[in-house]
């Protein structure tokens, strides 16, 4: 029969995209693995590929559109000897019967009814459960409830090898079983301030423009109103001075200048920190719901501004990364953090992130965590400052950094230990090089 194809969940968070291309048109033939179209996320713009083979018979959601709920079917494909008119009758949800029909028919139509494959199978909560047709055929064939199986294909869609894995026996007693727990009620919302009726209301007589909230920033609302909502940050402040790391970067930039190679101050500064992280091994470390989660080698986040928003691009082991490396690939996420082309893994994970608005002439700010990682560091602009040495005043490069804490993973000395780290190769920065 007729399968849906469903948009799916390509990040943790994504709720909704935009169908931004389709790559294939009606009567395309495809195969598992073909690209099927571009997604757009909460955060990049993604390729999703066919689970099934078959041919693409209706295309239910055109390009371009947005808002389009994770699970929604966008696209019907059709097995071989199947054309459009059978379409009609797949999508549709079954009519339930009535109670008296139910209980005359029951047994009888158990015993002689054979199906092909059950067309949309119910698990034990009766939700509808997603399977390829190959898996709904031989899972008919071995007498295996579907309802017992957990798929391993997209959003938990069931495939062949899922069927060919389970036990028939386990799979109906499993599902015999299954306890039907009602499901929870939903949590009541936290009050988000006034109604957006009422500040309209407020500013009716004066001239405004409305700016609809993409994806990405919905999601950056959501995050950091937990963030702050949930996490007990605290805040520790210290300065470096950066007048010797001035002085390296300017030599080193010289001695790779035939190379193409620039490094910046915020590629000693992710440095400084990945080291600082290895240093103070109990602070490289995440909120993890109920413990506490250490990590071995320093990821480290990064914020990237673009338009409507930021990404955090992770760079992974980067206590073992040289400053050159670390430089390239900054650049390299940077670049297409700024075009929407970061896969998940790229932006996700990391204990530690680093924001510096120094650039934009900014001396000191609070970030706010980046849930759930354990600290972020706020970097502004060094800054000619007169500072006492040896009793005489004397002018130097300083850089004021802020590092918001999460209380439940870092206790305040332990932060001061880290921030105390991230100074020393700051301050000291042939030391990185060892």
Known sequence: MPTEILMPALSPTMEEGTLAKWLVKEGDAVKSGDILAEIETDKATMEFEAVDEGTVGKILVAEGTAGVKVNTPIAVLLE???????????????????????????????????????????????????????????????????????????????????????????????????????????????????????ILKIYADRETEEVALDGMRRTIAARLSEAKQTIPHFYLRRSAKLDELMKFRAMLNKQLESRGVKLSVNDFIIKACA????????????????????????????????????????LKDAQQKTLSALSAEMKDLANRAKTKKLAPHEYQGGSFAISN??????????????????????????????????????????????????????????????????????????????
């Open 80 to 198: 071989e000897g199947e054309s459009a008119d059978d379409i009609g009758a797949a999508p549709a949800p079954k009519a339930e019967a009535k109670p008296e029909a139910a209980k005359a028919e029951a047994a009888p139509a158990a015993a002689t009814t054979a199906a092909p494959a059950p067309a949309a199978p119910k698990s034990a909560e009766g939700g509808r459960i997603f399977a390829s047709p190959l898996a709904r055929r031989l899972a008919a064939e071995k007498g295996i409830d579907l309802a017992a199986i957990r798929g391993s294909g997209p959003h938990g869609r069931i495939v062949k090898a899922d069927v060919e894995g389970a036990k028939p026996g386990a799979a109906k007693s499993a599902a015999a079983e299954a306890p039907k727990a009602a499901a929870p009620a939903p949590a009541a919302a936290a009050p988000a301030g006034p109604a957006a009726e009422t």
């Open 275 to 314: 080291l600082a992280l290895q240093e103070v091994p109990d602070a490289n470390a995440v909120w993890a719901g109920d413990r506490i989660l250490k990590l071995k080698p320093s990821d480290v986040a990064v914020a990237v501004a673009v338009e409507g928003g930021l990404f955090t691009p992770v």
């Open 357 to 434: 608005l120094g650039m934009f002439g900014i001396e000191n700010f609070d970030a706010v965590i980046n849930p759930p990682h354990g600290a972020i560091l706020a970097v502004g602009a060094g800054i000619q400052t007169p500072v006492v040495e040896n009793g005489e005043v004397v002018i130097r490069n300083v850089m004021s950094m802020t590092l918001s804490v999460d209380h439940r993973v870092i206790d305040g000395a332990l932060g001061a230990q880290l921030l105390e780290a991230i100074v020393k190769h700051l301050e000291n920065p042939m030391g990185m090089l060892a």
